[in-house]
T-cell receptor
Framework: NAGVTQTPKFRVLKTGQSMTLLCAQDMNHEYMYWYRQDPGMGLRLIHYSVGEGTTAKGEVPDGYNVSRLKKQNFLLGLESAAPSQTSVYFC????????????????FGPGTRLTVT | LAKTTQPISMDSYEGQEVNITCSHNNIATNDYITWYQQFPSQGPRFIIQGYKTKVTNEVASLFIPADRKSSTLSLPRVSLSDTAVYYCLVYNTNAGKSTFGDGTTLTVKP
């Protein structure tokens, strides 16, 4: 049981390049989230999904797109990277309810550190 | 979504009890209060949740007054390993999402 995994762990992009970040979870969770965390700041929600085939915008969606074609995977795309997108990106998953634990608990991945030059 | 406000930083010493208060004035009926801990270079980790009154688990207690406009995370007898950033989140069960504030950086000194 790997929990939530993120690929890649580190990446350096040049301005204007594109890339896709992959998040995978093996807990059969319905909900998945993408956050970004800038230095010294809290996490800000980019996009989220409440089930396979659905996506919704969070607080800071501009410049990003997402897809949830399979329940276990949530992809975050940057079509044309900008230096302002330099950040650490965290993915999280959640049952969608209290589940067997009775908790509204999000499980986070280890993060992807992205630098755009 | 309810916005949260926490102190930016707190200092404590090993063995002391630490209380971190979070303000969430516009909390809604369908909102649950959750707290997370984050170490450097790691994702946040769930600590505790509550709706009202007091909740206690093996690592912390959470106190929520009747009006639910604030909550206090209590960490008993902290150690150096409790040095981390603590986030208060209000999770909205209708929207299926929550908002992170900027968190409280707790530094435990020997």
């Amino acid at each position: 049981n790997a929990g939530v995994t993120q690929t890649p762990k580190f990446r350096v992009l040049k301005t204007g390049q594109s890339m896709t970040l992959l998040c995978a979870q093996d807990m059969n969770h319905e909900y998945m989230y993408w956050y970004r965390q800038d230095p010294g700041m809290g996490l800000r929600l980019i996009h989220y999904s409440v089930g396979e085939g659905t996506t919704a915008k969070g607080e800071v969606p501009d410049g990003y797109n997402v897809s949830r074609l399979k329940k276990q995977n949530f992809l975050l795309g940057l079509e044309s990277a900008a230096p302002s997108q330099t950040s650490v990106y965290f993915c999280a998953s959640f049952t969608g309810g209290t589940g067997t634990s009775g908790r509204y608990e999000q499980y986070f991945g280890p993060g992807t550190r992205l630098t755009v030059t | 979504l309810a916005k949260t406000t926490q102190p930016i930083s707190m200092d404590s010493y090993e063995g002391q009890e630490v209380n971190i208060t979070c303000s969430h004035n516009n909390i809604a009926t369908n909102d649950y209060i959750t707290w997370y801990q984050q170490f450097p270079s790691q994702g946040p980790r769930f600590i505790i949740q509550g709706y009202k009154t007091k909740v206690t688990n093996e690592v912390a207690s959470l106190f929520i007054p009747a009006d639910r406009k604030s909550s206090t995370l209590s960490l008993p007898r902290v150690s150096l390993s409790d040095t981390a950033v603590y986030y208060c989140l209000v999770y909205n069960t209708n929207a299926g999402k929550s908002t992170f504030g900027d968190g409280t950086t707790l530094t435990v000194k020997p």
